[in-house]
Every structure is written in structure tokens, then in C-alpha cells.
């Protein structure tokens, strides 16, 4: 499941991701413009004490975002005690203005990622999330030498609380969870985003098995369980209705500012198996070094599950397979990077092979699968 291969332009975006560094705030500058203003909780009207409120740039006229990532944080700062906040040294110029809070709508639970994944590039993929997220965004005209003063509104969010355990009924702790809501052509989109090896949601259950999921549009959803490992793509998933996949899975509607419980999942301790193997070359058999191994469901090749291949020896295991069949698939297998021949060629050459599938009927342990590739092109230089 490669839902990031736009990642570098998302290490900026200024969703108050996880690990985004904050902004600090900026000095009066005589040059530049001063915004300033207050945040209200759209159900309770009052006040929103430390809350975070971001600026962010609006697309140009032209409809060119110069590179910008969506929603990049101009600058980002804290409520007080009141609700008010103020952003000195504003560059002038047109921007949007959003609040967040825990309980209230947040862009990174609420814009369809796999929706911008399908876009071309990057200046598309900017203006297509303001226009997602535009119905929660205040424009605001910054001016030198002037404050700009601004009414902002949160709305309460939906929340999704359930319990998940083992059928024997202990608590499962400490377990991941991804969610899916049902877009309006029907399409079910994963929620949040999956960085640099996190995970898409940092919820985790509690010692009694119990979870929340928060901050929430209003809509359809799945919720899943993840087994433990190493990535959110390579871990087995349990869905409500304790199915392991989407189309099979119970559903949970939710209204805006709602909170849905009992959405419970319960994980089997029996039926699962491993598939495991090595990925090697035609001509030598020795093992590649780069590549992905997926297994794809064989009657609607959706993605089960994902993992690199090992560096080191070529190899690929996936841990608590559920019994069916399966398509098992090799992509961009390659060798590692070398330097190229010639003198003061500082290059590298990578010498790529071709994709492969193979059947695999999963009814036990599958261990030892062979994949062998024949070389797909000339060494490339990189």
C-alpha cells in the first residue's frame, strides 16, 4: 500500500503533523503586516484557549503554487487564555487562516491523501487540498504596516471509540489502528498519512484494549486493527466486523460533532501462517537488493499487504497471513547502487529486473518461495 510517493513534498506541509518542527513566532517588523485575532468552539461559543492557528499561503491568481506544499505553515501560534493570537511580521499577501484543537476538525484526518496521490505533481496536489479544505479555511490580506484582524471557528469533530481484543476475550494492547472513510463516488480512502516509516494514526489501545479515534469529518467509516510490525503497509489488519478485508468489513456512520462507540474488533489466535522467500536473479541467482514484495488478493488484486525486500540477502517475509488466495508480486527489483566504470565517472549504475506475479494458495506455512527475474535493461546511471 505506497501511499507516499510525493513524500518529500509532504515533510513540509503544515498539518501539525507528528515530528513537524513549530515555527517560532516572528518579531514587529515596520515592512510587514501584523495579524491578529480570536478563535471560538463552534458548539460551545466560547473561546478556544491554546488553540493552534496556522497561516498558510493562498494559491496565486494564476492558479501556480510555486512549489508551495499545501497548507505550509507561514507561521504557526498558540491561543491564550482567551482565545486571541497574534502573528507579527506577516510578509503582505493573500493567505487562509485555520485553527486546530484536539476534539475539532483537523485537515490531516479530514483531506483524502490517496485523492492527491492520483495528481500529477506537486503545484496540482497544493491546490487541490486547499480546495478540499477550503469550506474550514478564513482568507486573510496581509498589509505593510497594517493588523489584520480575524474571527476564527473550530468545528467539533466526529469520534469513533471502540474496544479491540483477542477471542478469548484479553484486552489487545497497544495495537495501531487505520481507518477508511467512503468518499462520495463510493471509494473507500485511507485517513492521515503515513510518514517516513510512522503511522498514519498515533492512537494506540489502552491497557484494557480500549481506543478512540478523534478529530473526524463526518461520514463512513472502517476501522481496522494493526497487528505489530515494522511498517503500517506490511502489518496485518483485522476491520470491524472481524474481517481482514475492506469489502467484507462493517461500517459505522457518524455525524458531525458525534461520538460512536462499541465499534469493537476482535483479532483470532488461530488461522494465520507465513509466506516468506527470497527474490534472486536470473542469470546468477544471486539476491536483489532493492524492490517491493506485495500480496494482492487474487479476486480483486487490492494490496493485503506490502514489505521491501532485505538488502542484505533478498529476502521477504510476511507474518500472519490469513488462509485464500493470493497474488504474490514483485516490483522495481533491483541490484545495489555501484559506482560506474570510467575514469572520474562519479556516477552510479543500478541494473533494474522485470516485474513478476506468481499464484500462492495460502492454506499453511509458505516458506522458501522463489522468485527468480531476468534483467529488464541495461545498467542505469543515477
Request: net charge negative; with cysteine; charged share 25%.
Amino acid at each position: 500500500m505506497m501511499r507516499h510517493r510525493w513524500l518529500p513534498f509532504f515533510c513540509l506541509v503544515g498539518l501539525c503533523l507528528n515530528g513537524c518542527e513549530k515555527r517560532m513566532p516572528k518579531k514587529f517588523d515596520a515592512t510587514r503586516g501584523r495579524v491578529t485575532g480570536i478563535v471560538y468552539c463552534a458548539d460551545t461559543g466560547r473561546p478556544a484557549r491554546f488553540a493552534t492557528v496556522t497561516l498558510t499561503t493562498a494559491p496565486a491568481g494564476d492558479g501556480k503554487s510555486a512549489g508551495q506544499a499545501p497548507l505550509a505553515a507561514v507561521e504557526s501560534v498558540q491561543t491564550d487564555l482567551n482565545g486571541r493570537f497574534t502573528m507579527e511580521a506577516v510578509e503582505p499577501g493573500h493567505y487562509y487562516a485555520f485553527a486546530t484543537q484536539e476534539g475539532y476538525l483537523d485537515p490531516e484526518r479530514g483531506i483524502d491523501f490517496d485523492r492527491l496521490n492520483r495528481l500529477a505533481n506537486d503545484q496540482e496536489r497544493a491546490m487541490d487540498a486547499i480546495r478540499q479544505w477550503k469550506a474550514h479555511l478564513t482568507e486573510v490580506h496581509a498589509t505593510a504596516q497594517r493588523t489584520t484582524d480575524l474571527t476564527l471557528e473550530m468545528q467539533r469533530a466526529a469520534e469513533i471509540d471502540g474496544t479491540v481484543s483477542y477471542d478469548d476475550g484479553s484486552p489487545a494492547i497497544g495495537m495501531h489502528f487505520r481507518l477508511f472513510r467512503k468518499t462520495r463516488e463510493g471509494v473507500w480512502t485511507a485517513v492521515g498519512l503515513e510518514l517516513f516509516g510512522n503511522w498514519s494514526l498515533t492512537e494506540v489501545s489502552d491497557s484494557h484494549g480500549h481506543f478512540s479515534l478523534s478529530n473526524l469529518r463526518a461520514g463512513e467509516y472502517i476501522v481496522c486493527t494493526l497487528l505489530p510490525a515494522e511498517a503500517e503497509s506490511s502489518a496485518p489488519q483485522v476491520c470491524m466486523g472481524n474481517s481482514f478485508r475492506i469489502k467484507d468489513a462493517a461500517t459505522v456512520k457518524v455525524q458531525a460533532g458525534e461520538a460512536i462507540h462499541n465499534a469493537d474488533i476482535v483479532i483470532p489466535l488461530t488461522g494465520f501462517y507465513t509466506v516468506s522467500g527470497t527474490v534472486t536473479a536470473l542469470d546468477d541467482g544471486h539476491p536483489l537488493a532493492r524492490g517491493a514484495v506485495r500480496l494482492l488478493y487474487a479476486d480483486g488484486r487490492e494490496t493485503a499487504r506490502e514489505t521491501p525486500i532485505q538488502q542484505t540477502d533478498g529476502r521477504f517475509s510476511f507474518a500472519y497471513v490469513p488462509a485464500g488466495s493470493y497474488i504474490l508480486q514483485v516490483e522495481d527489483a533491483a541490484d545495489a547502487a555501484q559506482p560506474a566504470s570510467g575514469a572520474g565517472d562519479t556516477q552510479m549504475r543500478v541494473r533494474s529486473y522485470a516485474n513478476k506475479e506468481l499464484p500462492l494458495v495460502v492454506q499453511g506455512d509458505v516458506e522458501d518461495v522463489d522468485v527468480v527475474l531476468g534483467s529488464s535493461q541495461e545498467p542505469a546511471k543515477q
